[in-house]
T-cell receptor, first 113, second 111 residues
Framework: DGGITQSPKYLFRKEGQNVTLSCEQN?????MYWYRQDPGQGLRLIYY???????QKGDIAEGYSVSREKKESFPLTVTSAQKNPTAFYLC????????????FGAGTRLSVL | GQQLNQSPQSMFIQEGEDVSMNCTSS?????WLWYKQDPGEGPVLLIALYKAGELTSNGRLTAQFGITRKDSFLNISASIPSDVGIYFC???????????FGAGTRLTVKP
């Protein structure tokens, strides 16, 4: 099946620990995005990437890092510098730069132990 | 970055009723999107709008791209229990690489 796969579904982080959230897509989409979702708020952009080996900071990049070594993969690392990491994280991809529709994965819920 | 103003925040309606929600912004957008999100899942695209004044339907759902390009609304007719969820608007600005999102409208449908 084609789609966007996020893993794990649930993740727990200990204080001082870095954790990595996986996002894989087999849709051959060029652009990929990471959002953070908190209750009662709109999605906030963390990082995005339009092509392999290139990525840009979004509105709330501090405490996060990403890589884009392959077109189909865009992992997000939540570092120990992110002091309030508990949230629902959503990965999205877009077919091409001309079509402004993003498709989302099922999300990863990150909690702090 | 500024998010979109979406209202109402929540709605409690009886099955069979119609629903209306809207999004506004101080910025002009060239694309408006409406998504639905079930608990613990990612948003699913419902309707995409590309031109000012455009009115598009998807089954019982109808959405419009405002003439001023600064707003959009979504109507759901004859609601059913499976319409329960959170509905998000999203807007994409011309020559911008990201989207802005509303905070969502949480819809509850009572049988």
């Amino acid at each position: 099946d084609g789609g966007i796969t996020q893993s794990p579904k649930y993740l727990f982080r200990k204080e001082g620990q870095n954790v990595t959230l996986s996002c894989e897509q087999n849709l051959n989409h060029d652009a990929m995005y990471w959002y953070r979702q908190d209750p009662g708020q709109g999605l906030r952009l963390i990082y995005y990437s339009q092509i392999v080996n290139d990525f840009q900071k979004g509105d709330i990049a501090e405490g996060y890092s990403v890589s884009r070594e392959k077109k189909e993969s865009f992992p997000l690392t939540v570092t120990s510098a992110q002091k309030n990491p508990t949230a629902f994280y959503l990965c999205a991809s877009k077919p091409d730069l001309a079509k402004n529709i993003q498709y989302f994965g099922a999300g990863t819920r990150l909690s702090v132990l | 970055g500024q998010q979109l103003n979406q209202s109402p925040q929540s709605m409690f309606i009886q099955e069979g009723e119609d629903v209306s929600m809207n999004c506004t912004s101080s910025s002009i957008f060239n694309t408006w999107l409406w998504y639905k999100q079930d608990p613990g899942e990612g948003p699913v695209l419902l309707i995409a709008l590309y031109k000012a004044g455009e009115l598009t339907s998807n089954g019982r759902l109808t959405a419009q791209f405002g003439i001023t390009r600064k707003d959009s609304f979504l109507n759901i007719s004859a609601s059913i229990p499976s319409d329960v969820g959170i509905y998000f608007c999203a807007g994409h600005r011309y020559n911008n690489n990201d989207m802005r999102f509303g905070a969502g409208t949480r819809l509850t449908v009572k049988p």
